[in-house]
């Protein structure tokens, strides 16, 4: 199973082409982009249940909401879709944008709720030498670089001190790991494997982050 090559040609085309009228007439052909796209998203959750629990898979829709947005192009030129973990105690989730250019996985915590934000704060307030051992592993670091994405402050938020060492990690609003990923890479065979691969090194990360997302400074369980 892999991305054909007439997939991302059409998402290149509605790019250029990004009008109602345009997408009307070659709605044959985003049915049939859509159709592989949404065959190789199947197959990725399929592997992704052979080592971690899945409880949702979303395949974002490409009609896009202008109502807030400056930008009034109608369509989203790109198929992404997210996964899930299952349970309380399973945090964290994945994520893959197929996009001429523009390809990315990911995984992590993007915009974690304001509990959960304050409870990563506090834990790496206390000690971060764990979060940055496990992204600085040759594993995850070899497939992600040796830091988080996601929004950040400026400062350090309230409560907490301008001057911590960690004060780079505490002052993010999110934390997520990030692979870019080529059109080569898209349209090769072996894209099912990097994605499962990358998907696998994510593993320590989330295992952490559901720890410390499911109890409390002090250890205990938070999960009744």
Same mark, same amino acid.
């Given at each position: ?49 052979? *080592? ?25 030129? *790109? ?9 309380? *105690? ?11 250019? +523009? ?60 001057? *911590? ?45 559901? +720890? ?7 250890? +205990?369980?938070?999960?009744?």
């Amino acid at each position: 199973m892999q991305l054909e090559k007439r997939t991302l040609e059409y998402l290149n085309d509605l790019k250029k082409n990004n009008q109602r009228e345009w997408f009307k007439e070659h709605k044959s052909e985003f049915q049939l982009a859509q159709g592989n796209a949404k065959d190789l998203f199947q197959t990725i959750r399929n592997d992704l249940e052979k *080592h971690d629990d899945i409880d949702v898979f979303k395949l974002y829709r490409i009609y896009r909401d202008v109502r807030f947005s400056k930008d009034k192009t109608p369509y989203n030129p *790109h198929f992404a879709g997210s996964f899930s973990r299952k349970g309380e *105690h399973l945090r964290g989730g994945y994520y893959l944008r197929i996009r001429p250019g +523009e390809s990315f996985l990911a995984g992590g915590f993007w915009q974690p709720n304001k509990e959960d934000l304050f409870r990563i704060r506090k834990e790496f307030e206390y000690s971060a030498s764990e979060i940055r051992e496990i992204i600085n592993n040759e594993p995850f670091r070899s497939v992600f670089g040796a830091k988080l994405e996601g929004e950040e402050l400026k400062t350090a938020p309230r409560g907490f001190g301008k001057d *911590h060492p960690d004060v780079d990690l505490i002052r993010k609003k999110g934390f997520v790991a990030v692979r870019n990923l080529s059109d080569k890479e898209i349209l090769s065979k072996d894209l099912i494997q990097i994605v499962n691969d990358s998907f696998i090194a994510l593993r320590p990360f989330f295992d952490y982050m559901s +720890e410390v997302l499911t109890t409390d400074l002090n250890g +205990e369980s938070l999960i009744k």
